[in-house]
Nanobody
Framework: QVLLVESGGGLAQPGGSLRLSCAAS????????MSWARQAPGKGLEWVSG????????YYADSVKGRFTISRDNAKNSVILQMNSLKPEDTAVYYC?????????????????WGQGTQVTVSS
């Protein structure tokens, strides 16, 4: 059974930080490019960040570049999204997704596996 389980969401103040984790099981994690995407209330899914299967490269949406950092640990089957300098517009449900490829794409249908999501709320 394939599982992607996100954790680490919650309430943060503007300018604060949160660290999201995604624990993967049931598939060969090191063969999958991994991404984070988010969906704000009333809006569509937005791709946020991705990392190659071999950790050789990372990508970020312009809206989070310089504030968020993605990393992965293939030995532990996990991917992390460190979010700093949070803004109210970062409020969304954040999803972890896996794609059977070394490379990153940004469309919903490009990913075979999705987690259930974790809520991030940025508010004072």
């Amino acid at each position: 059974q394939v599982l992607l389980v996100e954790s680490g969401g919650g309430l943060a103040q503007p300018g604060g930080s949160l660290r999201l984790s995604c624990a993967a099981s049931g598939f060969t994690f090191s063969s999958y490019a991994m991404s984070w995407a988010r969906q704000a209330p009333g809006k569509g899914l937005e791709w946020v960040s991705g990392i190659y299967s071999d950790e050789s490269d990372t990508y970020y949406a312009d809206s989070v570049k310089g504030r968020f950092t993605i990393s992965r640990d293939n030995a532990k089957n996990s991917v992390i999204l460190q979010m700093n300098s949070l803004k109210p517009e970062d409020t969304a449900v954040y999803y972890c997704a896996g794609r059977f490829s070394s490379r990153i794409l940004t469309g919903r249908n490009d990913y075979q596996y999705w987690g259930q999501g974790t809520q991030v709320t940025v508010s004072s």
